[in-house]
Nanobody, 121 residues
Framework: QVRLVESGGGLVQAGGSLRLSCQAS????????MGWYRQAPGKQRELVAG???????NYADSVKGRFTISRDNAKNTVYLQMNSLKPEDTAVYYC???????????????WGQGTQVTVSS
C-alpha cells in the first residue's frame, strides 16, 4: 500500500519558519514528481510548490522567494522550507506525489493526509 506521510506543521508567529516533510512509502516503481498544495478554509486547494525527479521546481507567485522545495530521491522524501511566514499562509498543507507503481502503469496522483500550518499575526 502506498502512503504519503507528512510532518512538520504547527503554529508559528508571522515572520517565523517551518519545515514540512513528506515521505512516500510502499511498492513504488518511480516517483515522477512531488509537490505541496494547501487549502485554507473556504478556499480551493492550490499548488504551493512542485519538484521533479530531475530537480526542476515551480512555485506559486505568493510564495516565491520565501518557500523552498527540495527532495531526497533516495529517501522518497520531499521537503518544504517555509520562511517569512504570513498569516495568509495559514492552511492545511497536503503532499502530492505523481507515481508509477509498476513498470508500464500509468501515472497516478497520491495524496497525504494533510498537516495544519497556522501563522499568527
Amino acid at each position: 500500500q502506498v502512503r504519503l506521510v507528512e510532518s512538520g506543521g504547527g503554529l508559528v508567529q508571522a515572520g517565523g519558519s517551518l519545515r514540512l516533510s513528506c515521505q512516500a512509502s510502499g511498492s513504488i516503481f518511480s516517483i515522477v514528481s512531488m509537490g505541496w498544495y494547501r487549502q485554507a478554509p473556504g478556499k480551493q486547494r492550490e499548488l504551493v510548490a512542485g519538484i521533479t525527479t530531475g530537480g526542476t521546481t515551480n512555485y506559486a507567485d505568493s510564495v516565491k522567494g520565501r518557500f523552498t522545495i527540495s527532495r531526497d530521491n533516495a529517501k522518497n522524501t520531499v521537503y518544504l522550507q517555509m520562511n517569512s511566514l504570513k498569516p495568509e499562509d495559514t492552511a492545511v498543507y497536503y503532499c502530492n506525489g505523481a507515481l508509477v507503481l509498476r513498470f508500464g502503469d500509468r501515472l497516478t496522483a497520491y495524496w497525504g493526509q494533510g498537516t495544519q500550518v497556522t501563522v499568527s499575526s
